[in-house]
């Protein structure tokens, strides 16, 4: 039985993130690419053929009309492919809500389409 195929897109945000070190507390949001981010968690490959694009780096609260209708066009044109069967879009939590609207009213897709953050 064949995976299914999963695009990943990254936008930034926390679950982006990365630190000076271990024992401070700022970092900068979209620092960790989405190739560094699967890298991190090689047996996700066992449940899905994964692909990740690099939409934005930035922290949510930087999130513009002009990332969300890349954001958007994008979504579109993987959902429109067949062997496509979702998109998982990481995103800072500052504007997830907002960006979640926006998706909801431009996708013009059945297909799941999830977006996840961190804190």
């Keep these: 039985m064949a995976k299914p195929q999963v695009t990943i897109l990254a ?4 679950i982006a993130g990365s630190g000076e070190s271990s024992v401070k507390s700022s970092y900068s949001a979209g620092a960790v690419t989405v190739d560094k981010l699967l890298a991190a968690v090689p047996a996700i490959n066992d ?12 922290g949510s609260q930087e999130m513009t009309g002009k990332v969300w209708l890349k954001l958007a066009k994008r979504v579109n044109e993987l959902l429109a492919q ?3 069967e979702a998109v998982i879009i990481t995103h800072g939590t500052d504007t ?5 609207f926006f998706l909801n009213l431009t996708v013009k897709s ?6 996840v ?3």
């Design 11 to 14: 936008t930034g945000g926390t």
């Design 47 to 58: 449940l899905a053929t994964i692909k990740g694009e690099q939409i934005s780096s930035i």
């Design 82 to 84: 067949k062997e496509t």
């Design 96 to 100: 997830m809500e907002e960006t979640a």
């Design 110 to 115: 059945q297909k799941p389409v999830v977006l």
């Design 117 to 119: 953050g961190a804190m």
